[in-house]
């Protein structure tokens, strides 16, 4: 399933992949005269995609899975989540925990992961060590973390990430990752705008996730968030909009006229009882809609094909339309559409000449996928994360016939099980 040209199944084909990008996308027989490849690999019974994007997510907060769930988003924020961070927040809980959110995503088909948490060279460090792609996004607040002191601290350490460590790099790029309108005010924004544009990197924002939010932005400003972001100059094409589940007819036309992207997380919003946000409506005006998972400790998964199933079925179900985001669409969500909001659509997201080799392979011959109609629904509507077999990232095989070939699975789960304890006993 390349994705591109859209809706297309190709059987009996093959990938030739050199230097660790895409070569030819050919007729098996064909590929077997024209190539002559050192490492031949047949998958029968199998689907090639290209590597799942997710869109949103917060890597380290694994080591939070099943902390504090069964909550509204308020009280699991200032109960669950941020006494718990404010403790624990450091290097070591950073890298432990993106190497578990790595290893998982990897086993589950993901390729590329757009991050926002604290440590974010950490991040990119352990992204780099176990080669996977990611954007890493700089958190910014107007309050001091263990990370930066204030703003100014942010913004410069954001930007020795942009200058001096990852430009160019060809698995790491860079955003900067406000939590959210509440979390800065008009002088911080207008810095932090000022600083992307010169830099020319996204913006990631949680953006009209709650009714909270909008109440609480109307409130202290007059504006709701969206308006607000617009009058600060930050609604453009580089903006990422994580969630925008509450919004109105004409805040999704302004999101559209400004070619800002969408991060769609369902499951994160089922669960934290906010709403769902109106993808066909988004589809519908233009706006470009990637799928993410958000953090472990609201979702509880790192599982962008489970994700994709939900949107679509929630898209059917929001606008009482079977047909309103079909298997092929909302599979695109997952792979070229999230690389383009990402603005990584030029190197990956489809299987196409010259593009990186990031794939993934999923195994249909189980119980719950056959028999096999159309590949792509089957792949859609009746597949498990653990139905994949095989991961490439950039033509390195990091999961072969369903095992990591690079990460030591035990030790990731003697420092989760670590971890665990020790924030057991905080909590008691």
């Not at 990852?166 to 810095?191: G, K, M, N, Q, W």
Request: glycine share 6%; with cysteine; charged share 25%.
């Amino acid at each position: 399933m390349p994705i591109e040209p859209a809706g297309t199944v190709l059987e009996d084909h093959a990938v030739a992949v050199v230097d660790g990008r895409i070569a030819a996308v050919l007729p098996l027989r064909e590929a077997r005269e024209t190539f002559q490849p050192s490492v031949f690999l047949e998958r029968p019974d199998h689907v090639l995609i290209p590597g799942l994007v997710n869109a949103h997510v917060h890597a380290a907060m694994t080591l939070f899975r099943g902390l504090a769930d069964d909550l509204p988003l308020d009280a699991w924020l200032r109960e669950g989540v941020w006494p718990v961070e404010r403790r624990f927040a450091s290097a070591e809980l950073v890298r432990d925990g993106t190497e578990l959110a790595i290893a998982e995503m990897l086993a589950a088909g993901i390729t590329c992961f757009s991050d926002q948490y604290f440590f974010p060279e950490i991040v990119a460090e352990t992204a780099v060590d176990l080669h996977i792609r990611a954007m890493i996004g700089t958190p910014v607040i107007d309050i001091p973390t263990a990370w930066a002191d204030d703003v100014a601290d942010y913004l410069e350490k954001g930007s020795d990430l942009v200058h001096d460590r990852y430009a160019d790099h060809p698995l790491i790029s860079t955003c900067f990752a406000p939590h959210s309108t509440r979390a800065l005010s008009d002088v911080s924004f207008t810095e932090l705008r000022v600083l992307a544009d010169q830099l020319d990197v996204p913006v990631q924002i949680h953006l009209h996730e709650s009714e909270s939010e909008v109440v609480a932005s109307v409130e202290a400003t007059g504006m709701r968030p969206i308006e607000r972001l617009d009058k600060l100059g930050l609604l453009n094409a580089s903006l990422l909009a994580v969630h925008a589940v509450h919004v109105t007819p004409a805040e999704i036309g302004r999101l559209a006229s400004a070619g800002a992207g969408v991060a769609h997380c369902p499951t994160s919003n089922l669960k934290l009882a906010c709403g769902t946000a109106p993808v066909k409506a988004f589809l519908d005006a233009g706006v470009t809609v990637g799928i993410g998972t958000d953090g472990a400790a609201s979702n509880n998964m790192l599982d962008v094909l489970s994700e994709v199933r939900l949107a679509a079925l929630l898209a059917k179900t929001v606008s009482r339309d079977g047909g309103a985001l079909s298997g092929d669409r909302a599979l695109r969500l997952a792979t070229l559409d999230a690389a383009r909001i990402l603005r990584r659509d030029h190197e990956i997201g489809s299987i196409e000449p010259g593009k990186w080799a990031d794939l993934a392979c999923v195994d249909l011959m189980r119980y719950n996928s056959q028999p096999v109609y159309d590949p792509v629904s089957q792949l859609v509507y009746a597949t498990r994360a653990d139905q994949v077999s095989d991961v490439w990232v950039a033509g390195r095989h990091l999961l072969d016939q369903g095992e990591l070939t690079t990460i030591d699975k035990e030790s990731i789960f003697r420092r989760s099980r670590e971890w665990q304890q020790r924030i057991a006993d905080f909590r008691e």
